[in-house]
Nanobody, 120 residues
Framework: QVSLVESGGGLVQPGGSLRLSCAAS????????MAWYRQAPGKPRELVAI???????NYADSVKGRFTISRDNAKNIVYLQMDSLKPEDTAVYYC??????????????WGQGTQVTVSS
């Protein structure tokens, strides 16, 4: 079994910064894409940023220039550095990973989510 555990959410004032972490553990052979999604109340879940195993990254237009995704492949950890936060960034943030496990099965896993609230 493979699980993802997120950490780093919280309450921050507009203009502030937070760093989210997501650690994958279990019978992992390797991880392809690792991504962050978010879901605000009453809205669908949306992709925030994605990191491919080879190093490519992509961002939602709404966070370009403010958020940075990075990963440590040796430790199976993905980070999301969030700067210049705005109230509209308030949401539950979810980690997602495409995992190849030691049985050679390939599947997606989600973390439990971490709340980010941007408010004065």
């Amino acid at each position: 079994q493979v699980s993802l555990v997120e950490s780093g959410g919280g309450l921050v004032q507009p203009g502030g910064s937070l760093r989210l972490s997501c650690a994958a553990s279990g019978s992992i052979l390797y991880i392809n894409n690792m991504a962050w999604y978010r879901q605000a109340p009453g809205k669908p879940r949306e992709l925030v940023a994605i990191s491919e195993r080879g190093g490519s990254t992509n961002y939602a237009d709404s966070v370009k220039g403010r958020f940075t995704i990075s990963r440590d492949n040796a430790k199976n950890i993905v980070y999301l550095q969030m700067d210049s936060l705005k109230p509209e960034d308030t949401a539950v943030y979810y980690c997602n990973a495409e995992v190849r496990d030691t049985r050679r099965d390939l599947y997606n896993r989600w973390g439990q989510g971490t709340q980010v609230t941007v408010s004065s």
